[in-house]
């Protein structure tokens, strides 16, 4: 009987301090809200304190980084609540602010309140409404932003597979929505090149390397894509020299990747039946990187076309260099789609050929 006794007693006391919390988070007032000033814009770390007076603060809480602030445990009755600036300087207030006990007070401080912004003077006035303009302008700009890099994005897919009239369609459209974004005229240049429209692409490439270069901020990896790709195209018209300016452009934006830049040089001079410019290509690359085997075969057959059959013993005769580099072009690719041209050539001078060169791992 006395530990059943015991047992209830303490029950007992149990209850008793729960009821006497429940009593008391009853007999306390709670309130919370959110700050944003005249433009509309959260205001985090901002202080708001409670008083009666206007003045002397009671209760002090501070806005989280979305703005909001909250207070319990507050005693309940009619008070000032007051947001304070940094400075300690009042910067909005709601007076007779009623607090009931067990109650949670919803009390905002939206400052873009006509009643607020009424009190405000014609200067501020003026500021605020050009900050607000500037804002729309900055928020319409950052929604075009998204979508055009989504454009972009697709356009390069688009490129990448070949699909060439739906990446010009997509960049012609945004080029021109805003025509001061180098990447999208590079894009369409690109896509332009892909469909043959020499005209266009050489139009559209170069004016993406004008406005990067006049640009706050230029962009030597845009610039490089731009004038390689340049390069390219007007090698296909035929325009060597404006082609070998196009590239050494690219190799002077982005220098290490000089090798590449000279490579594709190498190919395009080749494939435009310019013997000495491919040459010359070739060499830069070789001398950017002499682990690279195409510009060796590049140069190889390049020299083999100024070959000459010497009339006594019918030999070819092939200019100096021609051999050592069909011969490197080998020794570095030796299972490579131009090795059985190589070697032939190779027979074709008398030279034996080496048949110990193992597969590389070395760039092609």
Request: glycine fraction near 6%.
């Amino acid at each position: 009987m006395r530990k059943t006794k015991n047992w209830l007693a303490c029950l007992f006391a149990v209850l008793l301090v729960s009821a006497t919390a429940y009593v008391q988070a009853q007999d306390t007032a709670k309130v919370h809200g959110h700050v944003q000033d005249a433009v509309g814009v959260a205001v985090p770390n901002a202080t708001v304190q409670l008083s009666t007076d206007g003045k002397t603060a009671k209760y002090t809480f501070t806005t989280n980084a979305s703005g909001d602030y909250k207070g319990e445990g507050i005693a309940p009755g009619t008070y000032v609540l007051t947001l304070y600036s940094a400075e300690n300087k009042t910067v909005d207030q709601f007076r007779d602010v009623r607090l009931a006990s067990g109650n949670d007070t919803l009390q905002d401080f939206d400052m873009t309140r006509a009643e607020y912004v009424s009190k405000l003077s014609p200067e501020v006035k003026k500021q605020l409404e050009d900050l607000k303009a500037k804002n729309a302008a900055a928020v319409k700009e950052n929604s075009q932003i998204k979508n055009l890099n989504a454009d972009l994005l697709k356009a390069r897919e688009d490129n990448k597979d070949k699909n060439y009239a739906e990446a010009e369609a997509l960049m012609s459209k945004d080029a021109q929505a805003k025509p001061d974004a180098a990447v999208l005229w590079v894009e369409l240049g690109l896509a332009q090149k892909g469909l043959k429209k020499n005209d266009d692409a050489v139009t559209s490439l170069k004016k993406a390397v004008e406005i990067d270069a006049a640009s706050k901020k230029p962009n030597p990896d845009l610039q490089s894509v731009a004038d390689d790709a340049l390069g390219e195209v007007l090698a296909g018209e035929g325009k060597v020299p404006e082609s070998q300016a196009a590239y050494e452009a690219a190799v002077q934006a982005d220098p290490k990747s000089a090798a590449m830049h000279y490579r594709n040089e190498a190919i395009m001079m080749d494939r435009a039946g310019q013997g000495d410019a491919t040459v010359a290509a070739a060499d830069k690359a070789i001398a950017a990187d002499p682990n690279s085997a195409i510009p060796y075969y590049l140069k190889g057959k390049a020299l083999i076309n100024k070959a000459t059959v010497d009339p006594k013993t019918q030999k070819v005769v092939a200019p100096p260099g021609t051999t050592e580099a069909y011969q490197k072009y080998l020794e570095l690719d030796p299972t490579g789609p131009f090795s059985a041209d190589a070697k032939s050539i190779l027979a074709e001078l008398g030279t034996t050929v080496n048949t110990n060169y193992k597969a590389s791992t070395k760039k092609k």
